[in-house]
């Protein structure tokens, strides 16, 4: 049976980056961005909450969803199926993508007056610091892309290894468990998986994003996550965890924008306790109330990837087309975007669709 529980949270997550991407022209911490216009504590809150879990979510549903894959593919059409689900999408968004939105970033911070073509050539030759906000190179939103492709290609190979060298020992412990009742799944080691969480983000970090961590987090999905004893669990304890990881969310953004002294340490706890419940609670919540399957649902499914591939880019356009039309108003500036932002991605989305080269590009079936 579809865990379609997993579909419904992975597109409403997804909803997020619209409004996520637009504040980010306002940080207060000085992180590079295609936009930026200043400073703003109050739009910056949206992007301090939602950051420690929204990406680990997405690793982690991704895990499970791999696992639940492998039971109707082999592990050689399961390969062949992420290299046209990912590798090629994220070949697309840095190759015709991201040079658009460089070419802006570059234009609106720097003033560059050559052609996009011309810009073309620098995108490719100008490495900094990979943001694309001075111009040179990135990947955009699509570093999410290459990393799940890694990651899946070497957990499930690396399973499948292990797997087949322990047939025989697998085959003692599945007869010893179908001669014993199955226990109770305790919360305590549920919660206990978070705490390697601090550790693993600075390791093997580009950029801030940690491979170590989320291919932590994706083993998670797949070897805990998807056992439907655990999700059980989650499901009946959601209201103590979103309970618990709401208070520690909305403590590390006062802690980290709005109180007045340094709290280092207390504002990492609050970020990793945010980080790791919040995916508890949501998995669990989306247990309890979305696993259902209907129009609304089947319709996000099948164009959550394009959404997420065309989302940023539009954010980039709009962000600087306002600015030129009604300057530094605030309000008109991140409500603007967000709304036809909105709008155009699900134009892109309905057009991409319908042409089979885009539905290749974009590793989506025509629809």
């Given at each position: ?9 992975r ?20 992180e ?36 639940y894959?492998?039971?109707?593919r ?12 990912l ?18 970033a ?26 694309g ?18 990651i ?8 499948s290894?292990?797997?087949?060298r ?7 412990v599945?007869?010893?468990a ?12 549920i ?32 070897l ?8 059980s ?10 309970s ?17 002294g ?18 508890l ?9 979305l ?49 036809l ?26 629809g």
């Open positions: 049976m579809r865990k379609h529980y997993i579909d419904n949270l597109w409403l997550i997804l909803l997020i980056l619209i409004p996520y991407h637009t504040a980010q022209a306002w940080n207060t911490w000085g590079p961005n295609y936009i930026f216009f200043e400073g703003n504590r109050v739009i910056s809150s949206f992007i301090v909450f939602f950051s420690p879990f929204f990406m680990p979510l997405l690793f982690v549903l991704a895990g499970i969803g791999t696992k894959a492998l039971q109707k082999t592990t050689k059409e399961y390969l062949a199926e992420r290299v046209r689900r590798l090629i999408p994220f070949l697309y968004g840095t190759l015709v993508l991201t040079p658009v939105m460089a070419y802006l570059d234009k609106f911070h720097y003033s560059y007056n050559g052609g996009f073509l011309k810009h073309y050539g620098v995108f490719f030759t100008k490495f900094t610091d990979l943001t906000a001075d111009g040179g190179f990135s990947v955009g939103q699509f570093w999410f892309v290459l990393y799940l492709f890694v899946s290609i070497l957990s499930v190979v690396g399973l290894l292990l797997k087949n322990a047939v025989n020992a697998d085959e003692k599945n007869r010893k179908d001669e014993k009742p199955e226990k109770s799944v305790s919360l305590w080691p919660f206990m998986l978070g705490l390697p969480l601090p550790i693993l983000s600075d390791l093997l970090s580009i950029g801030g994003k940690s491979f170590a961590e989320y291919l932590y987090l994706f083993l998670l999905g797949y805990v996550f998807s056992d439907d004893r655990i999700i669990k989650l499901e009946k304890y959601a209201g103590i965890w979103i618990f990881g709401l208070a520690a969310a909305v403590l590390n953004v006062y802690l980290f924008l709005w109180a007045d340094t709290y280092e340490l207390l504002n990492d706890v609050a970020k990793y306790l945010s980080e790791w419940v919040m995916v609670a949501l998995i669990g919540l989306a247990k309890r109330y696993n259902f399957h209907g129009p609304v649902s089947e319709y996000m499914k099948k164009r959550s990837f394009l959404f997420f591939t065309y989302h940023f880019i539009w954010v980039v356009v709009i962000q600087y087309l306002l600015y030129g039309i009604v300057g530094n108003q605030t309000f008109i500036l991140f409500a603007g975007t967000v709304l932002a909105y709008l155009m991605t699900f134009v892109c989305c309905e057009i991409s669709i319908r042409i089979p080269v885009l539905c290749f590009l974009t590793g989506v079936k025509k």
